[in-house]
C-alpha cells in the first residue's frame, strides 16, 4: 500500500507540474496598475511666423475655350461666381481652419489672423489687385489652410498631464472573451487574407498556437495581419487581444483607454494600437490615450523589474504600416513611443 501511495503522489506531483507549466505558456503577467488623469489634457501652439516662401499660386480664369470638333471652331464661355466683395480676405482661411479638430477659435484666434494676415500680405505682395488676392483666396481655400495648419502643427505644444496611480501588489486576471457566432459560422484561417475587408468585423478567427485565446476577432485586415506577425515572429511567447477594460488606464476622467493588442516577446512586454495614420499626430483623443499608455508601461515596468518581470513598451503604429513579414523588434525600433 506505501508503495501504490507513493506511485499515486509522483503522479499527481506530475500533473500538477505539466498544469502548471501549461498556464504559465500560455498566460501572460500584467500588473495590477490603475492609472486616472488628475484633470484634462491641454494644448496650445507657439507663436511663429508663416513661411510663404514656397507660395506662388495664381488667379483662376473663369473662362471656358468650347472647340466644335467637325469644323474646329472656337469660342469662349464665360462663367463668373458670385462674389461677396465685402467678405473680409481672412475669413475664406478662417472659416477653414477651425474645421480642424485641434483648432479652436475662441483660443487660438489671435494666432490665427497673424498667420492668415501675413499669407495675404504675401499675396498682394505680387498680385495685381485685391481681386486677384480674393480669387487665389476663394479657389485655394482648402489647400492654403491645409498648409497653415501643416504649419501649426510643427509649433504644437501640450501640457504636462500628471496622473494618479495605485500599484496592486498581485497582477490582472485575464477577463474572458466572449463573442457571438452564428451556429453555422465557420472559423476563418487566420493566415488567409480577407476579400473584402470591410466585412472583417463579423468574422472569427482560430488556428493560432501563440494566442491566449482560441479565436479572436479583428476591427480591420491591419489587425489580423498583425497577428499574422504575432504568430511567424520566433521571439513571440504570447499574444491576444485585450477584452474591454482588461486595463484600468483612463486617458479621461470616466473612460479607460482599451489596446487592440497585448504582446509578449523573449525580452519585453508590449501594448501595441494600430491607428489611421492621419490621425497618430493630429487626434486629441489619440494624444490622450498615448500619454496615458506611456505612464502606464513606465510603472508597469518599474514594478516588474521589482519582480523579476520584464520592461513594457508601447508601440503606436500605422494602420497602413503593418505587413506579414515584419518582426516586433523591427516595429519597435520605427514606432516605440516613450
Known amino acids: 500500500m506505501e508503495l501504490v501511495f507513493e506511485d499515486e503522489t509522483n503522479v ?54 468650347l472647340q466644335e470638333l467637325r469644323t474646329r471652331q472656337r469660342d469662349t464661355l464665360h462663367f463668373k461666381v458670385e462674389v461677396n466683395e465685402n467678405e473680409p480676405l481672412e475669413n475664406y482661411i478662417i472659416s477653414r481652419l477651425i474645421d480642424f479638430d485641434d483648432i479652436s477659435y475662441e483660443e487660438h484666434a489671435d494666432l490665427l489672423y497673424k498667420l492668415v494676415n501675413q499669407l495675404i500680405a504675401h499675396l498682394k505682395s505680387y498680385l495685381k489687385d485685391d481681386n486677384d488676392v480674393r480669387n487665389v483666396l476663394l479657389y485655394n481655400q482648402q489647400l492654403l489652410a491645409n498648409n497653415i495648419h501643416a504649419q501649426m502643427l510643427d509649433h504644437y505644444v501640450e501640457s504636462k498631464v500628471e496622473y494618479d496611480v495605485h500599484v496592486r501588489s498581485d497582477f490582472e486576471v485575464l477577463k474572458t472573451n466572449t463573442y457571438s457566432m452564428n451556429i453555422d459560422e465557420e472559423v476563418k484561417d487566420f493566415r488567409i487574407p480577407v476579400e473584402n475587408p470591410s466585412s472583417i468585423k463579423g468574422m472569427s478567427f482560430g488556428g493560432f498556437s501563440r494566442c491566449l485565446y482560441p479565436i479572436q476577432k479583428f476591427d480591420a485586415e491591419n489587425e489580423r495581419r498583425f497577428a499574422v506577425i504575432c504568430e511567424q515572429d520566433p521571439k513571440v511567447k504570447v499574444w491576444f487581444k485585450p477584452a474591454l477594460n482588461q486595463l484600468k488606464i483612463y486617458y479621461n476622467q470616466k473612460q479607460s483607454y482599451n489596446p487592440d493588442f497585448i504582446v509578449e516577446t523573449e525580452d519585453k512586454k508590449y501594448l501595441v494600437e494600430l491607428k489611421a495614420a492621419n490621425k497618430i499626430d493630429s487626434d486629441k483623443e489619440v494624444e490622450a490615450k498615448k500619454h496615458a499608455a506611456i505612464e502606464w508601461c513606465k510603472y508597469a515596468t518599474k514594478h516588474e523589474m521589482q519582480n523579476g518581470g520584464k520592461e513594457w513598451v508601447y508601440l503606436l503604429i500605422p494602420h497602413n504600416d503593418v505587413n506579414e513579414n515584419m518582426t516586433i523588434a523591427g516595429l519597435e525600433a520605427r514606432y516605440s513611443r516613450k
Open 12 to 65: 499527481v506531483e506530475e500533473i500538477v507540474e505539466t498544469v502548471t507549466d501549461y498556464i504559465v505558456e500560455k498566460t501572460i503577467d500584467i500588473p495590477k496598475i490603475i492609472l486616472q488623469p488628475k484633470s484634462e489634457i491641454s494644448w496650445d501652439f507657439e507663436d511663429f511666423d508663416l513661411d510663404v516662401s514656397n507660395i506662388n499660386l495664381q488667379p483662376v480664369t473663369q473662362d471656358i475655350l
